[in-house]
């Protein structure tokens, strides 16, 4: 079966502290694809980045990072120097057969001033 | 830059009743799902849609729930008999090909009373 874990429910930092946030997933595929969206207070949903099972080069974009390491399946991101802006749910996604998403449960990060 | 739209926004209807969600996906995308996200909780697929017909669906995806592309723009999830438990938010998204992000509408809250 397919399953996404990210173990960290609320993740509270100060400004400009650095985040990372784990992501553990499961699958029998051999290709698969992942991904990372932000929900903002606002309700939608943000893609962030989406990374297949064959490319295991971290990405960085900005403040954002990805770390893909499949010998351990995490797909783990790191927000550096935090801004308030940041404050969102994030989601860890794997997709899989029609590339359906299974998400993972999300973290709440929530960025103190 | 084009956008997954849905109408409308906040839908409150009598448990019983049947309720039809609206989507418009991105003009040249041709795969299509639902997801929904009870309150609080992680964002779980519903159904995808290709070529005119259900290529996979899950198992909350009962006689209930049925999906619609009456015109080759509108994407629709009908709801024959709405229960309690359907009260979520519903969002849309689409993909243009097998390894492409999904980008998601803006969501739809129904409220079943």
């Known amino acids: 079966a397919q399953k996404v874990t990210q173990a960290q429910t609320e993740i509270s930092v100060v400004e400009k502290e650095d985040v990372t946030l784990d992501c553990v997933y499961e699958t029998r595929d051999t290709t698969y694809y992942l991904f990372w969206y932000k929900q903002p207070p606002s309700g939608e949903l943000v893609f962030l980045i989406r990374r297949n099972s064959f490319d295991e080069q971290n990405e960085i974009s900005g403040r954002y990072s990805w770390n893909f390491q499949k010998s351990t399946s995490s797909f783990n991101f790191t927000i550096t120097a935090s801004q308030v802006v940041d404050s969102a749910v994030y989601f860890c996604?794997?997709?899989?057969?029609?590339?359906?998403?299974?998400f993972g449960k999300g973290n709440q990060v929530v960025v103190i001033p | 830059e084009p956008e997954v739209t849905q109408t409308p926004s906040h839908q409150v209807t009598q448990m019983g009743q049947e309720v039809i969600l609206r989507c418009v996906p991105i003009?040249?995308?041709?795969?299509f799902y639902w997801y929904r996200q009870i309150l609080g909780q992680k964002v779980e697929f519903l159904v995808s849609f290709y070529n005119n017909e259900i290529s996979e669906k899950s198992e909350i995806f009962d006689d209930q729930f049925s999906v619609e592309r009456p015109d080759g723009s509108n994407f629709t999830l009908k709801i024959r008999s709405t229960k309690l438990e359907d009260s979520a938010m519903y969002f849309c998204a689409s993909r243009y090909e097998v390894d492409n992000e999904q980008f998601f509408g803006p969501g739809t809250r129904l409220t079943v009373l």
């Open positions: 996604a794997l997709g899989y057969g029609n590339n359906r998403l299974a």
């Open positions: 003009s040249n995308h041709l795969y």
